[in-house]
């Protein structure tokens, strides 16, 4: 293909959560697979859940994986846009991976005609290089009162020239109703770029749509160009946190030997997926707490990443959860923070700048002996990082202290600063950041052992650190697991969702709505 001339498919939904990401992701795949140079792109992006690229750049999660799908390394050109909600009225900014800001609503409307420059130039640079972009709408194409600042659905299927395919949920209910009303909002112009529909999450005997399917079609004069399964236990990152409202958010349990560990909630949640590779080892019991009351048993706390530290405390604190966690921990429980949720391990967040509100600070939950200042200036990098031994576990002790087989990688993202007394010990030493050498360290452990925060996400899907942590827990030794590798889970996971959407796919009339040549055999 020449270049400047990528053939391109849009993947449009009549919701959230519907599964365009997934959906997305499958075809990348299925590309990939036919030797084709294919990436993806979602213009605007709002999430909580992000990744850091090798240039130390944020773009949202799902188009990471999305580009492990395709064999690439992700780059911010596929999500030139994400949107980190920081309040019910406010998002911080992000614009080709950097921050230009938080802005309300009526703030953001303003700033759209940049915004869109940008996702412009940035489909304009993947067009350029790549055979075939997939591109991913975000809510519904209905909403009609966003529809006249849009920049993510029908004006990007126009920019880019794109077919669409309309996705429906079937596992909510009434999938035929959403799509034929999606259908009727959308203005002529807009209808015309729809080429059909495809039905997402069915479970059962699909002969049972045919008359539904039918009659979808009668009305729309689209066809229906697949029914795609419910494919439980994918171990794939999730885009955002509607996805804990599902049962699997709520609790996995492992086996009756299992350890129960306890994530919070907190209602700012960040990058939860660092609790995926927890999730599916059959020697822990994970689940997502909210009350006092859903901490009961529990042996390790996590407090996972969140976008607004401060008020996530404050929630923390009226919940009784602040309190509760100090008790179990004062009680032989493991108490573990991973960025924001490191910060609240400390005796006092300090945001002088407001950046997180009008409060000046406030007291954390007083387990590590230290202060974080919040800063205006965000940290992005990508980490490589090793362990100290002594803490980690009593297996790997080599006279250094520190176990370079327990070496990982991770990302920061963050805006605090954290200073730590004398008498708090690192919990991991970075020796490479955005691939250029350092030596610092990452983290605080207490005396005991037993409460211990982190800076760096995606520090367990690394096994080997992921399963000496199990044993401190009370899993078994490190060496006794038969748990596959999370990346190589992953990536059967990544090939089974390939496999299974493509089988119930009219794949040979999407490509041919695409432009793409037919294949020989298939």
Not at 135 to 141: L, N
Not at 494 to 520: D, F, M, N, S, W
């Amino acid at each position: 293909m020449a270049s400047g001339q990528a053939k391109t498919l849009m993947i449009q939904g009549t919701g959230s959560h519907v599964g365009k990401s997934l959906l997305v992701t499958a075809i990348c795949r299925i590309l990939a697979d036919e030797g084709l140079r294919v990436a993806p792109f979602k213009a605007q992006n709002m999430a909580l859940n992000s990744y850091v690229t090798i240039d130390g750049e944020e773009m949202g999660r799902a188009q990471a994986l999305q580009a492990m799908a395709a064999r690439i390394e992700p780059r911010v050109e596929m999500n030139p846009i994400l949107l980190k909600p920081q309040s019910d009225t406010g998002s911080q900014v992000i614009v080709n991976g950097r921050v230009v800001g938080t802005m309300g609503v009526k703030d953001y409307q303003r700033y759209k005609p940049t915004a869109w420059e940008a996702v412009v130039a940035a489909y304009q640079r993947l067009a350029r290089e790549f055979e075939v972009v997939v591109v991913e709408g975000a809510g519904s194409p209905a909403e009609i009162n966003l529809a006249a600042s849009d920049i993510v659905n029908m004006r990007v299927a126009a920019l880019v020239e794109a077919p669409v395919l309309l996705v429906g949920d079937i596992d909510r209910g009434g999938v035929f109703a959403s799509l034929l009303g999606t259908m009727e909002w959308l203005t002529e112009t807009d209808r015309a770029r729809v080429a059909g529909f495809l039905i997402n999450k069915f479970r059962g005997d699909a002969s049972l749509l045919e008359p539904g399917l039918a009659a979808l079609t009668a009305r729309t004069g689209r066809p229906v160009f697949g029914v795609i399964p419910y494919i439980p236990d994918l171990l794939l990152e999730e885009e955002d946190g509607v996805a804990l409202e599902a049962p699997l958010g709520r609790v996995v349990t492992g086996r009756a030997s299992a350890v129960p560990l306890g994530v919070v909630r907190f209602p700012r949640i960040s990058n939860f997926t660092d609790v995926d590779p927890l999730r599916f080892e059959e020697a822990l019991a994970v689940r997502f707490v909210t009350s006092v009351r859903d901490l009961d048993g529990v042996r390790v706390v996590l407090l996972p990443g969140s976008k607004n530290t401060i008020e996530d405390l404050q929630w923390l604190r009226r919940s009784g959860l602040a309190d509760r966690i100090v008790e179990l921990y004062h009680s032989g429980a493991e108490v573990v923070g991973i960025c924001g949720g490191f910060q609240m391990l400390g005796r006092w967040i300090a945001d002088p700048h407001h950046m997180e509100g009008q409060e000046e600070g406030m007291a954390g939950l007083g387990l590590l002996p230290l202060q974080t200042t919040l800063e205006r200036d965000k940290i992005l990098a990508q980490v490589e990082l090793e362990a100290v031994a002594d803490w980690v576990c009593a297996e790997h002790q080599p006279s250094t202290g520190y176990v370079p087989a327990l070496g990982t990688r991770g990302y920061e993202i963050h805006m605090g600063r954290t200073v730590q007394s004398e008498s708090c010990r690192p919990a991991f030493r970075v020796l490479k950041r955005n691939r250029q050498w350092v030596e610092e360290n990452d983290g605080a452990v207490s005396q005991d052992g037993r409460v211990w925060g982190t800076y760096a996400h995606g520090l367990f899907e690394n096994d080997q650190l992921r399963r000496c942590l199990i044993r401190r827990w009370g899993g078994p030794p490190c060496g006794q697991t038969t748990a596959v590798s999370f990346r190589q889970r992953r990536e059967q996971d990544l090939a089974r969702l390939a496999g299974i959407v493509k089988a119930h796919l009219e794949y040979r009339q999407i490509r041919a709505c695409v432009g793409l040549l037919p294949l020989r055999r298939m």
